[in-house]
C-alpha cells in the first residue's frame, strides 16, 4: 500500500516528524471516542498538534472528535493521545482511518488504550455502563473490508495475524478490578462490540440479527483500530460507553441520534477518564512488579513474528 499514502514509509516519516518536535517518548496510546475527548486533558506538560498540521495525518470531520494529537504525562508515565478518530463513514480508506495507529507503534507505544460510544444490545446494558470490550465482530471484515488488506509490510507484522487474543486479557482484568475499587461496580460491564460502518444507526431487524449474532454492543470503530494494534505487536485494552440503548422494538418511540450520543459522553467522562488514568498508574507501577503483566507479547510471539 505503499504507493497509496499510508504505508511504512509515510508511517515513518509521521513519527520523525513528531518526535523531532516533542521529547515525549510515549509508552501508552490513547484514542478517544466521540464526545471523550476529554481523555486527553487529563495530560500534563502538553506539546500538541492539530491533525491538520501532521503530515500525512487525515483530518476529523465529525463533531466531537478535535482533531488533535496530544503528546504528555498522565501521572508520570508518557503518553500520546488522539483527540479525534477517524471512521469508514467520513471516506477514508481503512487503511487510512487506521495509520495513526501504526504511528504509535513507530513513536514507541506498547499499550493501546481506546475507547468509544456505542448503542447497548444487550438488554442488560443501561445508557452509562462502560463495557470493557473482551471480543469483537468485525462485520465490514466479512465483506472484505480490512485494515490488513493489501500488500503486508513484515515491518509492521506478519500477513496472518492472530486475533482470538486481541483483546488483552490481563489488561481487561485489571480494567474490572480498578473499575470496582473506583465504586463503578454497578455499571462496569464486560461484552462483545460489533462495528459496522455506518453512519446511518441499525434498523430494528439490524440490531435484533447483531444481538443474535453475540454482539454487545455496536458501533462504528475501534476494531479496525485494533487489528492493526494487534498486527504490530502492541497489547490493546478497549472500552464502549453505552451511550445509547439500540432500538430493538417495534413499539418503542426512542430514535438514535449523535446528539444523546454526546450527551452521555459528557455525563460520564469524568468516570471514565478516572479509570484510563488509574489503569495508567497501575501499569506503571505493575511494570515493577508483574502483578499485571499483560499477555501481549505472549500473543505474539504465540501468533507471529516479531517486525523485522
Ligand atoms: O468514535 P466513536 O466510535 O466513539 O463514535 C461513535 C460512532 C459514530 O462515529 C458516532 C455516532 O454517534 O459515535
Ligand atoms: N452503530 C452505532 N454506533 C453508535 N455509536 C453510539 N451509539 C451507536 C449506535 O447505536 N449504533
Not at 166 to 176: E, F, N, S, T, V
Amino acid at each position: 500500500m505503499a504507493d497509496k499514502g499510508y504505508g511504512y514509509e509515510e508511517c515513518e516519516a509521521t513519527a520523525d516528524w513528531l518526535l523531532a518536535r516533542t521529547g515525549v517518548r510515549p509508552a501508552v496510546g490513547i484514542v478517544c471516542g466521540s464526545g471523550l475527548g476529554g481523555l486527553a486533558d487529563m495530560l500534563k506538560d502538553q506539546v500538541a498538534f492539530n491533525y491538520e498540521d501532521i503530515p500525512n495525518f487525515p483530518q476529523s470531520t465529525v463533531h466531537g472528535h478535535a482533531g488533535r494529537l496530544v503528546f504528555g504525562t498522565l501521572k508520570g508515565r508518557s503518553c500520546v493521545c488522539m483527540q479525534g478518530r477517524f471512521h469508514l463513514y467520513e471516506g477514508y480508506p481503512v487503511q487510512k482511518i487506521t495509520l495513526p495507529i501504526r504511528i504509535f507503534k513507530l513513536l514507541g507505544v506498547d499499550t493501546v488504550m481506546l475507547t468509544n460510544a456505542a448503542g447497548g444490545l444487550n438488554r442488560d446494558f443501561k445508557v452509562g455502563d462502560i463495557m470493557v470490550i473482551k471480543d469483537h465482530l468485525n462485520l465490514p471484515g466479512f465483506a472484505g473490508v480490512n485494515p490488513l488488506s493489501g500488500p503486508n509490510d513484515e515491518r509492521f507484522g506478519a500477513r496472518f495475524p492472530c486475533m482470538s487474543d486481541a483483546y488483552d486479557g490481563a489488561l481487561r482484568q485489571m480494567a474490572m478490578h480498578v473499575g470496582r475499587e473506583l465504586g463503578y461496580g454497578d455499571f462496569l460491564k464486560e461484552g462483545v462490540y460489533c462495528v459496522l460502518g455506518g453512519p446511518s444507526f441499525e434498523t430494528i431487524a439490524e440490531s435484533r440479527m447483531l444481538h443474535k449474532l453475540g454482539a454487545d454492543a455496536v458501533g462504528m470503530s475501534t476494531a479496525h483500530e485494533v487489528i492493526v494494534a494487534r498486527h504490530c505487536g502492541m497489547r490493546v485494552l478497549a472500552l464502549s460507553l453505552i451511550t445509547n440503548q439500540a432500538v430493538m422494538d417495534y413499539d418503542s418511540e426512542a430514535k438514535a441520534n449523535h446528539e444523546e450520543v454526546l450527551e452521555t459522553g459528557t455525563r460520564r467522562a469524568a468516570q471514565l477518564e478516572r479509570l484510563v488514568s488509574t489503569m495508567v498508574t497501575k501499569m506503571e507501577l505493575n511494570n515493577n512488579n508483574n502483578n499485571y503483566a499483560g499477555d501481549a507479547d505472549r500473543g505474539t510471539l504465540a501468533c507471529q513474528r516479531k517486525p523485522q
